[in-house]
């Protein structure tokens, strides 16, 4: 599954890529982040965006889209932004009949670190290491839309997950990262609750 995930955003909206197998071994295909200036007109900024995820879509030609859940408890200005960044972004994706899936930013940390309070730092760590890279992304936009991509493939694919149900699989809990298995106990602790 290659999967598109974005960190949105006026000033910094994160893009990454990565390929995600059915073992789970996740594979960095790409990664940036776009940038535009706060005293450049909103039409402008958007715009920057806009081209540079068309420019993404069409390279990589993702199998989905996920994208951070606009988080209401930011400040009207910064929600505005990433709502307006998002927008785009789905946009862009529905054009092209590609799916999109929102995540909120604490399923995206517990998916990669196994908390959903960690802190960028930790996400970044955790990013590097499961995409095996030398250096970590950075800036955090970076690091967060890899995250994004990784929590999509990792919750969409997980066994007994929803999306995985009735669909057997070769891999054990022992090659999967504690990450992994910090995902998966709690979805099956999510599933138990209902």
């Known amino acids: 599954m290659r999967v598109l995930g974005v960190d949105p955003g006026l000033t910094r ?26 005293d450049e007109p909103l039409d402008a900024r958007l715009l920057t965006i806009a081209r540079a995820i068309d ?28 709502a307006q960044a998002s927008g785009i972004v789905i946009a862009a994706a529905a054009r092209r009949g590609i799916p999109v899936a929102l995540h909120t930013p604490s399923e995206v940390k517990a998916a990669v670190t196994g908390s959903g309070r960690a802190g960028k730092e930790a996400v970044t760590r955790m990013v590097t290491k499961i995409l095996r890279l030398e250096t970590s992304p950075r800036p955090a936009d970076a690091a967060d839309a890899l995250a994004l991509a ?45």
């Open 150 to 194: 990784l929590a999509h493939a990792w919750r969409g694919s997980a066994p007994g997950s929803p999306s995985a149900a009735g669909r057997t699989t070769a891999v054990g809990a022992e090659t999967l990262t504690p990450a992994q298995r910090l995902w998966q106990e709690a979805e099956a602790k999510a599933r138990r609750g209902r």
């Open 55 to 82: 420019d993404w879509l069409d390279k990589h030609s993702p199998d989905v889209v996920a994208v951070e859940r606009v988080f209401s408890q930011m400040n009207v200005s910064t929600v505005m932004g990433v």
């Open 13 to 38: 909206c994160g893009i990454g890529v990565v390929d995600v197998a059915r073992d789970r071994t996740a594979t960095l295909v790409d990664v940036t982040v776009v940038g535009t200036k706060a």
